[in-house]
């Protein structure tokens, strides 16, 4: 189905007028282990079948026209997960990024990465330096993938580089203000998530974007991430696009 078709049938859920599709949808893909233990099945098996869907909804947010989508792939809270668990989770990064980055790059998917990097194994840095200088060049949609990601660390790392470009007299403490506070973090450059979408139905941040969702709506989806369907993406971008968002003041506005 063509962008042009999807979004016909978007409409179609029953939004009429010219309310904007979200230009930036973040997703907390939560519940491979229920889905899994729902099953009888081991929780590896989850997140397994959580990739198939990822790349689902990545193909779809790409077909609707999405400027960029944020999937929280590893918190950095993840590694207190067991051992076994931990490195599934890490193997499945590395062979979606061995195994997809070809076709990423020829649907002219640029990646992006936020969280901690620093402190991963070398393997992994390498793949994701590599996913993100071999598609930078592409202009298509933004694919950010949040690994080793949490806001509250993220917000510190940035108030640090704030902190040491003071003390070396580069920047003076009047020069500090959100805009700039926006400019040091992994986000920087990328715009305030319009959406997040958490499946599972659990109602929580879990530490994702904080700064940055300070005027997102959210949708939470009663359904475990595994059987995350593009009916469910399209259920919740009409949600979005039903809802008014005011930013503070009271007239109503549907922009981006
Ligand atoms: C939550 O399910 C999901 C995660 C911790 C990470 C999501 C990971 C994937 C979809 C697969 C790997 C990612 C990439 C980028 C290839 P949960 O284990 O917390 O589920 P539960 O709450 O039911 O236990």
């Known amino acids: 189905m063509t962008g042009n078709a999807k979004r016909a049938e978007i409409e179609a859920v029953g939004i009429t007028g010219d309310e904007v599709m979200p230009r930036h949808i973040a997703i907390i893909m939560d519940g491979n282990g229920r889905w899994a233990t729902a099953r009888g099945l081991t929780r590896t098996h989850g997140h397994r079948k959580g990739v198939d869907a990822l790349r689902k909804a990545v193909r779809h947010a790409a077909d609707i026209g999405i400027d960029y989508l944020t999937l929280f792939s590893f918190s950095s809270e993840n590694w ?12 499945l990064l590395k062979l979606f990024l061995r195994n997809d ?7 002219n998917v640029r990646v992006m990465v936020i969280g901690e990097r620093t402190d991963l194994q070398r393997d992994i840095r390498d793949l994701l330096d590599e996913a993100e200088a071999t598609t930078i060049l592409n202009t298509g949609m933004r694919l950010v993938i949040a690994f080793n990601y949490g806001g509250r660390d993220e917000i510190g790392r940035a108030v640090r580089r704030i902190a040491d470009a ?10 500090v203000d959100t805009a700039m506070i926006s400019t040091h973090l992994d986000t920087a450059g990328i715009p305030d998530p319009d959406l997040i979408i958490r499946t599972s139905g659990e109602q929580r941040l879990s530490n994702f974007l904080l700064w940055q969702a300070a005027y997102a709506e959210f949708v939470f989806l009663p359904v475990y991430w595994p059987d995350f369907a593009t009916e469910d993406f399209d259920l919740a971008i009409a949600e979005f696009r039903n809802r008014d968002r005011r930013y503070g003041g009271i007239a109503a506005r549907r922009s981006r």
Request: net charge neutral; proline share 10%; hydrophobic share 35%.
């Open 80 to 91: 207190t997960r067991p051992p076994d668990e931990v490195r599934e989770l890490i193997g």
């Open 101 to 107: 980055l070809a076709k990423l790059r020829a649907d």
């Open 166 to 175: 003071v003390k070396a007299g580069r920047l003076s403490p009047e020069d």
